[in-house]
């Protein structure tokens, strides 16, 4: 295949993806058959949908965490097929954040520059760029531990953000706030992705949180 047929208008080009899940016996249950998506560069596309419709089986698709059963998915103009994770450009924040609780505030935000040897001065700059980006500026000594639900999944989204991923994969990143605070985030994670212009795909079950955070929202349903 050459390059000019990987060629898309679209950052990321889903075609006819199916994913199964495998069970113990060996027996493969297909979760995703023939889906298609295409998401454009700085949109925000949410995947609405009860447990068991895919939508994590999906991000995690993207992200190479998961093998394909069949179809095509190009990212930036690249076929993914055998690109390892970490060199897909695209950046993943989990539903419990998954911070290191060694790592004070800046060094987990700084994880990712570290990885790209960034300079000392490139690190500083960075994380104070994103620390006041999501409303956290003064925060850099601060140990993990002492974070409550709702500045820790900050914390994960700046770091996230921090190498500056061209799309980032959000996995139900809200649900284990209560109400009022998932009101909140969800307009601050939509003004912050817009504000960096990084595209996403955002996985939720809450139908207001979709709204509020959602360019446009793509409804899953589990395969019958």
Same mark, same amino acid.
């Given at each position: 295949m050459t390059k000019s047929e990987l060629t898309t208008p679209h950052l990321l080009e889903i075609t006819n993806l199916s994913v199964d899940y495998f069970l113990p016996d060996g027996s493969a %249950?297909?979760?995703?058959? *023939?889906?298609? &998506?295409? %998401?454009?560069?700085?949109?925000? %596309?949410?995947? @609405?949908?009860?447990?068991?419709?895919g939508k994590s089986t999906l991000? $995690?698709?993207?992200?190479?965490?998961?093998p394909l059963a069949d179809g095509r998915i190009v990212f930036a103009g690249q076929d993914l097929a055998g690109i390892p994770t970490h060199k897909r450009n695209i950046g993943m924040v989990f539903q419990s954040g998954e911070l290191f609780p060694n790592r004070n505030v800046y060094k987990n935000i700084s994880y990712g520059l570290e990885i790209q040897r960034k300079s /000392?001065? #490139? !690190?500083?700059? $960075?994380?104070?760029? &994103?620390?006041? @980006?999501?409303? @956290?500026?003064?925060?850099?000594n601060r140990e993990i531990t002492t974070l409550s639900g709702g500045q820790a999944q900050r914390v994960a989204l700046a770091r996230s953000l921090?190498? !500056?991923?061209?799309?980032?994969? @959000? *996995? #139900?990143?809200?649900?284990a706030l209560d109400r009022e605070l998932?009101?909140?985030l969800?307009?601050?994670?939509? /003004?912050? &992705?817009?504000?960096?212009? =990084?595209?996403?795909i955002y996985v939720t079950h809450d139908h207001e #949180?979709?709204? =509020?955070?959602?360019? $446009?929202?793509?409804?899953?349903t589990p395969l019958s």
């Open positions: %249950v297909p979760v995703l058959k *023939d889906f298609n &998506l295409d %998401v454009d560069a700085g949109e925000i %596309v949410v995947l @609405l949908g009860a447990s068991g419709s991000l $995690r698709a993207i992200a190479g965490l998961e /000392r001065a #490139e !690190q500083d700059a $960075r994380v104070r760029e &994103l620390l006041d @980006l999501v409303g @956290l500026s003064g925060y850099e921090a190498p !500056q991923p061209a799309m980032l994969l @959000l *996995d #139900e990143p809200l649900s998932r009101e909140r969800a307009i601050d994670i939509h /003004r912050i &992705l817009k504000a960096s212009d =990084t595209a996403a #949180e979709a709204e =509020t955070v959602a360019d $446009r929202i793509i409804q899953l």
